[in-house]
């Protein structure tokens, strides 16, 4: 089939109908940011922040449009001067030609959506279902249960977790026995912490997320819960990209058009370092 030229309206379209902004929270802000409907969109760089060295890539590349994960304006704003960073981001890319959109917890409840991706990466066989089903559609929903292809102690599920996901400054943390075998396993790109509950009550063997705090981690394991993997943030969220990219240039190219996209390489994960690495005494 002949390819045909393509606006950023027919590539919105294509990402809406992929992750329906109405399965957003009630708090967030997905959708398009900046950018005219109207534009030539055939470079599409995914990436989890909408931060500057995002931005570097985007208009080094010359995309047209940026999907991140995370909203730019999550609460709003009444201004989009560039004395912020924020502001900054909106006039750059503007001045360089490209659009910003917005996919969050409407791609964390898809199906398959960033759970899908994560669980995936970390080595998840088989058939996934959602760790806290949606009331609308249980077969979309928050997190993933899957299986391992075989169990294993839950020192070697963190290590094929760790090769698994992308390297960031800090490793993942581990609570329970390392030697504990664990087969089903529960995952939640992003924060998870308020599933540790639901997690514990799907009698998995061990729950992977991020941002894990010291209390809730500290009584779910006094109360005999799963074992627990602590990833970065950023790390659990970055599998989904490449996963994003490819349903969006199939969708696209089952109606004759073709767009290039690609994942963004920044690691853009807030924790740069560990005293490790910037103690002189280790080298």
Same mark, same amino acid.
């Given at each position: 089939m002949e390819s045909i030229s393509c606006t950023l309206a027919e590539v919105v379209e294509c990402l809406e109908a992929l992750y329906d902004p109405s399965w957003a929270e009630s708090w967030d802000a997905v959708g398009l940011v900046c950018g005219d409907p109207e534009q030539a969109a055939r470079k599409v760089l995914f990436a989890v922040d909408p931060v500057a060295v995002v931005v570097d890539e985007a208009?080094?590349?010359? @995309?047209?449009?940026? =999907?991140?994960?995370?909203?730019?304006?999550?609460?709003?704003? !009444?201004?989009?001067? %560039?004395? !912020?960073?924020?502001?900054?981001?909106?006039?750059?890319?503007?001045?360089?030609?490209?659009?910003?959109? %917005?996919a969050h917890t409407n791609a964390d409840v898809a199906d398959p959506g960033v759970? #899908?991706?994560?669980?995936? @990466?970390?080595?998840?066989?088989? #058939?996934?279902?959602?760790?806290?089903?949606? *009331? *609308?559609?249980?077969r979309r929903g928050l997190g993933r249960i899957g299986d391992l292809p075989a169990p294993m102690p839950l020192r070697e599920f963190a290590a094929l977790a760790a090769s698994g996901l992308p390297r960031t400054a800090g490793p $993942?943390?581990? %609570?329970?026995?390392? +030697?504990?075998? =664990?087969?089903?396993?529960? =995952?939640?790109?992003?924060?998870? #912490?308020? /599933? $540790? +509950? !639901?997690?514990?009550?799907?009698? =998995?063997?061990?729950?992977? !997320?991020? #941002? /894990?705090?010291?209390?809730?981690?500290? &009584?779910?394991? &006094?109360?005999?819960?799963?074992? /627990?993997v602590d990833a970065s943030h950023w790390a659990t969220e970055w599998p989904w990209l490449a996963d994003a990219a490819r349903r969006l240039t199939s969708a696209l190219a089952a109606r004759g058009i073709t767009v290039e996209a690609r994942v963004s390489d920044a690691v853009t994960d807030a924790w740069t370092a560990t005293t490790t690495d910037l103690d002189p005494r280790a080298s």
């Open positions: 208009l080094g590349w010359g @995309a047209d449009l940026v =999907v991140t994960h995370h909203p730019l304006y999550l609460r709003g704003t !009444t201004s989009v001067a %560039a004395t !912020t960073f924020k502001g900054r981001v909106v006039h750059r890319l503007i001045r360089g030609g490209a659009a910003l959109y %917005a759970s #899908d991706a994560l669980a995936r @990466a970390v080595g998840l066989t088989g #058939d996934l279902r959602p760790l806290q089903p949606s *009331a *609308a559609d249980p $993942l943390r581990v %609570a329970g026995d390392p +030697g504990r075998p =664990v087969r089903t396993v529960a =995952v939640c790109g992003g924060a998870g #912490d308020s /599933l $540790l +509950g !639901t997690a514990r009550a799907a009698g =998995v063997d061990v729950f992977l !997320t991020a #941002d /894990l705090r010291h209390h809730p981690a500290s &009584e779910h394991m &006094e109360a005999d819960g799963p074992a /627990l």
